[in-house]
Nanobody, 115 residues
Framework: VQLQASGGGLVQPGGSLRLSCAASTNIFRFNEMGWYRQAPGKQRELVAIITRGGTTDYADSVKGRFTISRDIGKNTVSLQMNIVRPEDTAAYYC??????????WGQGTLVTVSS
C-alpha cells in the first residue's frame, strides 16, 4: 500500500490550502484514514480522521477550520484547510489503518503559513 500526499506549500495567514492523499488501493479496505502533522521540534499529532463509516473527528485546534473528506471512487482523502494560522505550519502526513491494525504512512507534505 502506498499513500501519496500532495498540495502543501506557502500560504498567508487567513488563507486556504487543500491537501490530497492518493492511495494505491481501494480506501474502503481501511478502518480509518487521517492526517497528522509534525512541526519542527514537536511530536507528531493527529489533525483529522475519517472512519470507514464516514465519521469524522478533529483536533480541537483545527475544529471549524479544517475539513477532511474522501472520494472512494478516486481512492483519495483530502484535507481542506481554511483560515490557516502560523501555528498550522508543519509537515502533514497521510495515514491509513486496516482493521487488522496495520498502519501505513505517506510521505510528508510541507505547509508553511507565513506573510
Amino acid at each position: 500500500v502506498q499513500l501519496q500526499a500532495s498540495g502543501g506549500g506557502l500560504v498567508q495567514p487567513g488563507g486556504s490550502l487543500r491537501l490530497s492523499c492518493a492511495a494505491s488501493t481501494n480506501i474502503f479496505r481501511f478502518n480509518e484514514m487521517g492526517w497528522y502533522r509534525q512541526a519542527p521540534g514537536k511530536q507528531r499529532e493527529l489533525v483529522a480522521i475519517i472512519t470507514r463509516g464516514g465519521t469524522t473527528d478533529y483536533a480541537d485546534s483545527v475544529k471549524g477550520r479544517f475539513t477532511i473528506s474522501r472520494d472512494i471512487g478516486k481512492n483519495t482523502v483530502s484535507l481542506q484547510m481554511n483560515i490557516v494560522r502560523p501555528e498550522d505550519t508543519a509537515a502533514y502526513y497521510c495515514n491509513s489503518q486496516e482493521i487488522t491494525g496495520q498502519i501505513y504512512w505517506g510521505q510528508g507534505t510541507l505547509v508553511t503559513v507565513s506573510s
